[in-house]
Structures are given as C-alpha cells and as structure tokens.
C-alpha cells in the first residue's frame, strides 16, 4: 500500500498547500477507491500520510467523526467510507491524473498475482513506465516478460514436443533442431516461436491470436516511428498478456 499511497499523493495537484483535514479524505478516498479496501480506518490513513514522509495528524480519528457530521462520511462496520456526493467532489479534484491512476490501480493488482520473485519486479519495473508515460517501452517490457514466461513454460511443460515440432521444421530460418538450452529459443524467430508452440499443444489457438497481434504492436514500438500508441492500447497490451499468458501459464 505504502507505494500506492506516494504515487497517489504525487499525483494531487498542489498536494503541499492542503490542510490535514483535506488530506485525511482524500487518502480515505484512496483507500476505499483506489486500493479497493472495504473501509478507511484513522490506522490506515495515518499509515498513507507515513507512507507519504508526512507526520501523521494528531486528529485523524476527530477529522473522520466530524465527516460524518458534515455528512462527507459514512460509519461503516470498523471504519469509514465515503458519501457519494464528497467521493465524486474528490474525483473532479483528482482531475484527468484520476484515469491514471484507476488504470495503474488495475495493472497493480496483477502485479500482485504474481509470487515473489524476478518476473513480479520486472512487471513492477513495465508498470513504473506505464505510471511514468513511457509508453513503449511499457509494451517492450511486457512483451519481454511474456515470452520469458512461456520460455520457461515450454521447458519445464513441453520440451518433448516441442522438439518433435523442431524436428520437422523446414523454415531455414531456424537454427537449432532441438533446446538444448534456454539460450537455444534465441535462435528461433518469435512469430516461428509461437507458431512452434502452438504446434506444440503448449499454448491454445487462441493465446496464438493475442500473441501474434502482441508481436504485431510490439515491432511497432520497438523503433522510432510516427505511431502514437496511445495509453488505452498499452493497458489493453498488458492486461491481455499478463492475464492469457503469465497468469494462465503456471509453471
């Protein structure tokens, strides 16, 4: 929560002239909106203003009470949420910083359903990008991460029949008849990869579709062009491939 709650912050306009009392409901609408907690508590709102380096207020729980009697909150069963009309006063506040921060909300989530490790801070990194407006390279990053995935999938699930694949290849292209190692799916073109691991029965026709369309606007934004990809075309990149490709594929 505690990244959540700076890159949150970071994104409110003038955010160091608020008051507290401002502040105080404007993490509680980050909480109970953005991170999609049930209710704010003065414990977790304290926690976004440490999370933040701020100095908690020492009336957090008198600032919550006295919402609710300016009817800006609700008293929910342990903690507090907020009334309709305040939560879309505060939306409007958050102006056009508000999609992005939805959408980074959502791909955060994913980040979340992956275990510890390598690929869960690479996607962490491709996100950072995304949040940062680099919109390329969030879809060279994701594209990386994707293929890696099912790299690792192949091995560990169909290098039989894969190779079986490789043994009948007449693509010239090709340069390996069998994996050996990791480093040997370096010698294969990603569109003939795919199109192997189909044959394979690693992954359906369908994961083929999106990965072939994928490939499509990763080239596209892996040199400079005069194509404008836009922010919608990157959540979609990335929610299609994290979600019907890392996720999908358990190794």
């Known amino acids: 929560m505690s990244e959540g709650a700076s890159r949150f912050y970071n994104a409110i306009k003038d ?3 608020l008051e507290q009392k401002e502040l105080v409901g404007l993490f509680a609408y980050y909480l109970t909106v953005e991170a999609g907690e049930n209710v704010a508590t003065s414990k977790s709102i304290d926690g976004c203003f440490t999370a ?18 300016s009817k ?9 949420k907020l009334q309709r009309h305040y939560r879309e006063t505060l939306s409007k506040k958050m102006g056009a910083e508000q999609i992005v921060l939805q959408t980074s909300a959502e791909l955060r989530k994913l980040e979340n359903e992956l275990p510890a490790g390598s690929k ?9 990008c995304f949040e940062a407006g680099a919109n390329r390279a969030t879809i060279v990053m994701c594209w ?29 292209r090709v340069k390996v008849t069998s994996i050996k190692s990791r480093d040997d799916f370096g010698n294969i073109p990603e569109g003939k990869l795919i199109e192997f691991m189909r044959s394979a029965g690693a ?17 596209s934004c892996a040199h400079p062009s005069s194509i404008a990809i836009k922010r919608t075309k ?7 491939l994290i979600t019907n490709v890392v996720l999908k594929y358990k190794i």
Do not use: W
């Open 144 to 172: 990386i991460l994707a293929l890696d995935h099912l790299i690792d999938y192949v091995m560990n699930k169909h290098a039989a029949a894969f190779d079986k694949v490789l043994a009948v290849n007449t693509d010239k």
């Open 15 to 17: 955010a160091v002239r």
């Open 120 to 128: 869960k801070d690479f996607l962490k990194e491709t996100i950072n």
């Open 52 to 69: 933040c380096d701020i100095t908690p207020p020492a009336r957090t729980a008198q600032y919550l009470s006295e919402g609710v009697a």
């Open 72 to 80: 800006n909150f609700v008293k929910a069963d342990r903690g507090y």
């Open 234 to 240: 990157v959540i979609d990149f990335v929610e299609d």
């Open 203 to 219: 992954i359906s026709n369908d994961v083929r579709k999106i990965l072939e369309e994928k490939l499509g606007t990763r080239n």
